[in-house]
């Protein structure tokens, strides 16, 4: 089974700088990301020029296809290392809402290992496998809208939701 294209456009705001952005990343059926981004003077949560624009030329949805579903918020610790092209994302504190929605994922933290294309073995996968941790595919969005949208198909998910609620159970519990 191939790749599919996907999108993902979203609004960000990076707290400590203050900086925003209107970003579109498209996955292509290379399984290439292609990152666009437009500096915003504050978050894009309706229609309007230049963010409309910019979504025109770099996706084939217009800003009257998207509706906003859910805001996500979390703590990032980034970590660069000195001697390869390699950065690692560490991401805390995740919580997912909506309106009335809210939902959390305490004491999780996803982990991002970032580097060129073949870049070789990462320091940090090698260390985290020492320790018995394996890693897996995870979207942020994806676990925020299964959490907030219960009526949104879940199948697809399940396996992720079953080891983050494991994980949350071993942690409760003192395993750590």
Request: hydrophobic content about 30%; glycine content about 6%; aromatic content about 12%.
């Given at each position: 089974?191939?790749?599919?294209?996907?999108?993902?456009?979203?609004?960000?705001?990076?707290?400590?700088?203050?900086?925003?952005?209107?970003?579109?990343?498209?996955?292509?059926?290379?399984?290439?990301?292609?990152?666009?981004r437009l500096p915003t003077q504050d978050l894009v949560?309706?229609?309007?020029?230049?963010?409309?624009?910019?979504?025109?030329?770099?996706?084939?949805?217009?800003?009257?296809?998207?509706?906003?579903?859910?805001?996500?918020?979390?703590?990032?610790?980034?970590?660069?290392?000195?001697?390869?092209?390699?950065?690692?994302?560490?991401?805390?504190?995740?919580?997912f809402y909506w309106q009335n929605r809210w939902a959390?994922?305490?004491?999780?933290?996803?982990?991002?290992?970032?580097?060129?294309?073949?870049?070789?073995?990462?320091?940090?996968?090698?260390?985290?496998?020492?320790?018995?941790?394996?890693?897996?595919?995870?979207?942020?969005?994806?676990?925020?809208?299964?959490?907030?949208?219960?009526?949104?198909?879940?199948?697809?998910?399940?396996?992720?939701q079953r080891r983050v609620a494991r994980l949350m159970?071993?942690?409760?519990?003192?395993?750590?």
């Amino acid at each position: 089974m191939g790749a599919r294209n996907r999108y993902k456009v979203r609004s960000r705001e990076y707290e400590d700088t203050h900086l925003t952005f209107f970003e579109v990343k498209h996955k292509t059926s290379k399984r290439r990301t292609i990152k666009h981004r437009l500096p915003t003077q504050d978050l894009v949560t309706a229609p309007y020029g230049d963010a409309s624009e910019f979504l025109d030329q770099v996706s084939p949805f217009g800003m009257q296809d998207l509706v906003p579903r859910s805001w996500n918020r979390y703590r990032r610790i980034t970590l660069v290392a000195n001697d390869t092209p390699e950065r690692v994302t560490l991401d805390i504190d995740l919580e997912f809402y909506w309106q009335n929605r809210w939902a959390g994922l305490p004491g999780i933290v996803i982990a991002e290992v970032k580097q060129p294309p073949h870049g070789g073995h990462s320091p940090f996968v090698k260390f985290m496998r020492s320790r018995r941790f394996r890693s897996s595919g995870f979207s942020k969005y994806c676990m925020g809208v299964t959490m907030l949208y219960p009526d949104v198909k879940q199948n697809r998910f399940k396996p992720v939701q079953r080891r983050v609620a494991r994980l949350m159970e071993e942690q409760n519990h003192g395993y750590y």
